[in-house]
T-cell receptor, first 109, second 114 residues
Framework: GQNIDQPTEMTATEGAIVQINCTYQTSGFNGLFWYQQHAGEAPTFLSY??LDGLEEKGRFSSFLSRSKGYSYLLLKELQMKDSASYLCAVGDSNYQLIWGAGTKLIIKP | ETGVTQTPRHLVMGMTNKKSLKCEQHLGHNAMYWYKQSAKKPLELMFVYNFKEQTENNSVPSRFSPECPNSSHLFLHLHTLQPEDSALYLCASSQERVPPGELFFGEGSRLTVL
């Protein structure tokens, strides 16, 4: 079966760096997505990786290793507003999006 | 403001009621989706419409009935629901069918079935 694994919850300190991991097993691969969802709000797109390597976008970076079925989202200089759930999703060979259950990130002062 | 608006934001209904969820997108997108989001579970794709044509129905029970009258509007008609159907229902749109591409989500309709 197809599966996306990510930690259920993580805690980090304001100003620090946190890495949220995502491992996947899918039939085929058509890109990996990260979305951010604040409580009670719509998920919003953060990043899309289709090739191996690191994509940097301001304080957020996303890494992909297709051979290892692995990605991570790196958040630097954490701010209280980064408290949210982070959703990992992978496109499979049928161009279906397979979603992880999300990682709830708690930022403490 | 994502450009995707869902109403109502909250809905409580009995198992014998009939209600509808509405989604409207102001982005000029061609594809629209209904997702179910339950606590600590992955998003579940329910229905996909591409250019107003339903392209996917992921084994969703018939008590959920989608309707897409045009490329900007999407409805989810609900009848004789079960308590386990209580969840957040998210509407999304995209320029073309994803992946690839970005999904734009509405804020969701929180449904409680008593």
């Amino acid at each position: 079966g197809q599966n996306i694994d990510q930690p259920t919850e993580m805690t980090a300190t304001e100003g620090a760096i946190v890495q949220i991991n995502c491992t996947y097993q899918t039939s085929g691969f058509n890109g990996l997505f990260w979305y951010q969802q604040h409580a009670g709000e719509a998920p919003t797109f953060l990043s899309y990786n289709v090739l191996d390597g690191l994509e940097e976008k301001g304080r957020f970076s996303s890494f992909l290793s297709r051979s290892k079925g692995y990605s991570y989202l790196l958040l630097k200089e954490l701010q209280m507003k980064d408290s949210a759930s982070y959703l990992c999703a992978v496109g499979d060979s049928n161009y279906q999006l397979i979603w992880g259950a999300g990682t709830k990130l708690i930022i403490k002062p | 403001e994502t450009g995707v608006t869902q109403t109502p934001r909250h809905l409580v209904m009995g198992m014998t009621n009939k209600k509808s969820l509405k989604c409207e997108q102001h982005l000029g997108h061609n594809a629209m989706y209904w997702y179910k989001q339950s606590a600590k579970k992955p998003l579940e794709l329910m229905f996909v419409y591409n250019f107003k044509e339903q392209t996917e129905n992921n084994s969703v029970p018939s008590r959920f009935s989608p309707e897409c009258p045009n490329s900007s509007h999407l409805f989810l008609h609900l009848h004789t629901l079960q308590p386990e159907d209580s969840a957040l229902y998210l509407c999304a749109s995209s320029q073309e069918r994803v992946p690839p591409g970005e999904l734009f989500f509405g804020e969701g309709s929180r449904l409680t079935v008593l």
